[in-house]
């Protein structure tokens, strides 16, 4: 069994979708079969000539649907393991780009100069003021909430001092084995996640440590623990995933596939050993407390070479909600139909072409039919009767078909709609979380004692700015998302400067006139901070970026503001970098990164048909959207749609969230779904409504037909049948009215007496003095008519055959008495009053006079060139 046809045994039960297909196709197949027997007994002899074509019409539109259901199956799949995928993949990805800043924080905060000698005095047996170290502590705490407590150690496993002083410290030494790995450890940190005593009311912990070292000998002085708050970081990841009524569950696993983290407690508890999906697989069906459930399973990817323990991202959903409609569904469905016929996928468009190529084929069968009942051959009122049920049939299974067909384009389109704002509301989540610790760091390093005394001082000296110089320089190659860190006096003039990069701008000695540092100067406490306008400033180049800003107090008077620090965030690779990251694997997708509600754009990918500096002007929808809240639409630019998501800036634990900065910032993805189809010229033809069939007079039989966007008809007594347009030979060297030449055999002779005969085929544009559309030339695409004439078969090459109605007679007018001899090709007039065009007559063309009036067709220049080009 085939990998389609297998998910197509499993999944096809619960997609309610494909039920009502599959129940629709079954009521159809009946009565296929019920109709061709009808036909074999009551017109055997004509049944012969219908039914082959009939049960391929019949088998065509069975193997279609058929292709129909499995991928509708399989994008109903893609659908609901697109949003699992991405819960499970962004929750572990998010965590390791958290956990990433953590490895940079321990390394940073473990050279602190005053924790440094805090446990230098400690070890040597010096006086240490415990007030100041935890002073110190609750400043880093109260920036970097993410952690639950800072421990310091010295190297007998004593605990010094902690942030969370609610926790009572033995006097005994910790024996915890993290401290003895870490002491004797060469590596940078390590990372420890388990149950610990260092958090003795805490059921696991994960610690970040590192050895302390006297900065001058560099011999190990004790030990520093940094302990994230896990628990409260995993939920909070969870709930910015889940949305209102959703029946998934996301878990973090171990590398046992043990549940260290769960969005539901009472669904799926911690500890748990659950099956995992390997890497690979899209997805699995898997069993948990005898429920199915569709599961993804992803391993977190590796960030800035950090990859963090082997853990994994899993979300799993009852399989008999997997495939159920959400109010997000109906909503996205709605924004699908308001855009109608215009979208059209690739794969929606392959599929209405095969349903209308089975279509044309059965019409031109019926269409032939019912001029062979109009010939009077065989039994006439039977089939019709059953030429009648033949384009009833057609019509019900083109629209099952059209009904299967929109079900698999809404799940196609859904899907895409789902991803994009989905990637948009990861896109924020990184920035916000990325600019939260931009927050942070300008903070804590504005508290550097060093940098504190040196700027308390009356006066600086060379050596005071080169040990300024070494502190930033230190700090920026540890925190390579700035290009320079500068340190600014009490009048905006910088007194030293980190250049990560080395390029031309040295800014020690000029002065900063931007607003952002009278407002730094003004701040109120330690926990302020002030941050840039997105805009250009020489400290990056004249490029725009943020430049966060924080206030350094006097050394013992902490009201006393002596200058300030400024971060320049590398604002061009950076949020670039945040953005492609996030992309679809998918050719033409782009991010943006947009002010609101000004519409600027402050970054964008590569493949972005928009530039960092121009307004995006897209539906103001997107702009009045409350923060921390995302939307799909479909957007047209030119001719290509775009399934657009869009979510707004929310913020990140305090930042944004307490008021401290306002920054109405939103990111946007653009995803190509597919082309805007334009109404064709054809699609303009006039529709007319027939009348029913007369119960009394003398009937006559009309076939219809169309050339360009009007509508002709022959008597169809004088129609052979139609035939493909594919079997016109050109013939080189003709006149332009001419297409070419088909070999013919008259299918109502006995196979006795048929014979092949070469027949004329007649463009009928030429009928009409049109030079069509080159379009229209594709005489594979068109029908040839065969019909009589006085001077033998002829064939006329059409657009497309109509319909073939019965008028009564009386209703049809002669050109003979109106016209006279100027009546060209026109036989006969007859009107239709049921007809939505009022006043609107059907032509009847004579046959007779076709080849007399062609002969008398001047060509535009145009087809004269191409005539020419022929010879």
């Keep these: 069994m085939s990998r389609e046809s297998e998910q197509f045994e499993i999944f096809s039960p619960h997609i309610k979708s494909v039920a009502q297909c599959k129940e629709i196709l079954r009521d159809l197949n009946s009565t296929w079969g019920l109709v061709s027997a009808i036909a074999e007994i009551s017109c055997p002899a004509e049944a012969a000539t219908i039914l082959p074509a009939m049960e391929a019409t019949k088998q065509g539109f069975v193997d279609l649907e058929n292709k129909l259901t499995l991928q509708l199956v399989s994008e109903e799949i893609k659908k609901t393991c697109l949003d699992l995928e991405s819960k499970a993949q962004v929750s572990i990805d998010i965590l390791v780009r958290n956990l990433y800043e953590r490895t940079a924080d321990i390394g940073f905060l473990a050279t602190n100069a005053d924790i440094c000698n805090f446990v230098s005095a400690s070890v040597k047996g010096e ?36 942030l969370d002083r609610s926790t009572i410290s033995s006097v005994e030494p910790c024996c915890d084995p993290i401290i003895k790995h870490t002491l004797q450890s060469s590596a940078n940190y390590l990372e420890s996640f388990g149950k610990t005593q260092l958090r003795p009311a805490t059921e696991r912990a994960l610690i970040y440590s590192k050895c302390i070292l006297d900065p001058i000998e560099e011999s190990v002085l004790g030990v520093l623990c940094l302990s994230f708050r896990f628990d ?49 697989n899209a997805y699995g069906i898997v069993d948990f407390a005898g429920r199915e459930y569709l599961a993804v399973t992803h391993r977190g990817r590796p960030y800035q070479g950090y990859a963090g323990q082997e853990w994994y991202g899993h979300a799993m959903i009852p399989l008999h909600y997997a495939f159920s409609t959400s109010a997000s569904d109906k909503e996205m469905n709605a924004e699908i139909t308001r855009h109608g016929d215009a979208l059209t996928t690739e794969l929606s468009s392959l599929i209405a072409t095969a349903a209308t190529d089975i279509n044309l084929f059965l019409h031109k069968v019926i269409w032939n039919g019912q001029i062979m009942a109009a010939n009077q051959y065989g039994n006439l009122l039977s089939l019709k009767a059953i030429l009648k049920q033949l384009r009833s049939m057609g019509a019900r299974t083109a629209q099952a078909l059209a009904d299967s067909s929109s079900k698999l384009h809404f799940t196609m389109i859904a899907s895409e709609l789902r991803t994009a704002e989905s990637v948009a509301r990861l896109m924020i989540d990184i920035m916000d979380r990325n600019l939260y610790e931009r927050s942070n760091d300008c903070r804590w390093w504005a508290l550097t004692s060093e940098i504190r005394r040196i700027l308390s001082a009356p006066k ?71 941050v840039s306008a997105f805009e ?34 590398d604002a061009s690779p950076e949020f670039k970098h945040m953005l492609e990251d996030c992309l679809p694997d998918k050719a033409g997708a782009f991010g943006l990164f947009v002010e609101r509600p000004s519409g600027r754009i402050i970054a964008s990918t590569s493949a972005s048909i928009y530039h960092d500096g121009d307004i995006l ?28 998501g869009c979510y707004s800036s929310r913020g990140y634990r305090e930042f944004k969230t307490t008021g401290d900065y306002h920054n109405d910032v939103a990111a946007f993805v653009f995803i190509p779904i597919g082309e805007h189809t334009s109404v064709h010229e054809l699609s303009k033809r006039e529709v007319i409504t027939y009348p029913q069939e007369p119960i009394y007079g003398e009937l006559v039989d009309l076939a219809t037909f169309y050339i360009g966007t009007q509508l002709y008809a022959f008597y169809a007594a004088d129609l052979l049948e139609a035939v493909d347009g594919s079997l016109i030979n050109r013939l080189p060297g003709v006149k332009s009215y001419i297409i070419g030449s088909l070999m013919y055999a008259d299918s109502t002779t006995n196979e006795a007496d048929k014979s092949v005969t070469p027949i004329i085929v007649i463009d009928g544009y030429a009928l009409i003095n049109d030079e069509p559309h080159p379009k229209q ?81 001047r060509p535009s220049p145009a087809s004269v060139q191409k005539d020419l080009r022929l010879c």
């Design 777 to 857: 030339r594709e005489i594979n695409e068109g029908v040839v008519l065969i019909v009589r004439s006085q001077e033998g078969i002829i064939g006329l090459w059409v657009d497309t055959i109509d319909a073939v109605c019965s008028f009564d007679k009386a209703t049809i007018r002669t050109m003979n008495n109106l016209l006279h001899c100027d009546g060209g090709y026109v036989r006969s007039l007859v009107n239709i009053p049921e007809s939505t065009l009022i006043g609107k007559m059907l032509v009847i063309l004579d046959q007779n006079l076709l080849l007399q009036t062609v002969r008398n067709y």
């Design 536 to 569: 250009p400033t020489w400290l990056y180049e004249n490029k725009p970026t943020y430049v966060y800003n924080a206030a350094i107090r006097h050394c013992d008077e902490s009201n006393n503001i002596v200058g300030g620090i400024g971060i320049v965030f």
């Design 460 to 530: 600086l000296s060379p050596i005071d700015t080169q040990k300024m110089t070494a502190i930033l320089s230190y700090i920026n190659n540890l925190y390579t998302v700035y290009t320079r860190l500068f340190i600014y006096d009490n009048k905006g003039n910088i007194v030293a400067e980190s250049n990560l990069h080395n390029d031309a701008i040295h800014s020690v000695g000029r002065q900063v006139n931007a607003s952002y540092v009278q407002s730094t100067f003004s701040l109120q406490s330690a926990q302020d901070y002030r």
């Design 127 to 162: 006086p240490t003021d415990t007030e100041i170290i935890h002073y110190l502590l609750d400043e880093y705490g109260s920036k970097y909430t993410v952690y639950d407590d800072i421990i310091i150690l010295d190297q007998h496993s004593q605990i010094l001092a902690r």
């Design 232 to 280: 409260n970081e995993m939920a909070g990841i969870f709930r910015s995933l889940q949305k209102q009524g959703d029946k998934t569950v996301m878990l973090l696993l171990n590398a046992d596939a043990e549940i260290i983290a769960s969005s539901d407690h009472d669904h799926i508890a911690l500890g748990r050993l659950i099956e995992t999906i390997p890497e690979g």
């Design 617 to 644: 002007w897209i539906d103001p929808e997107f702009f009045s959207l409350p923060e921390g809240t995302g939307k799909a639409r479909i957007v047209a630019h030119k001719n290509t749609y775009y399934a657009v």
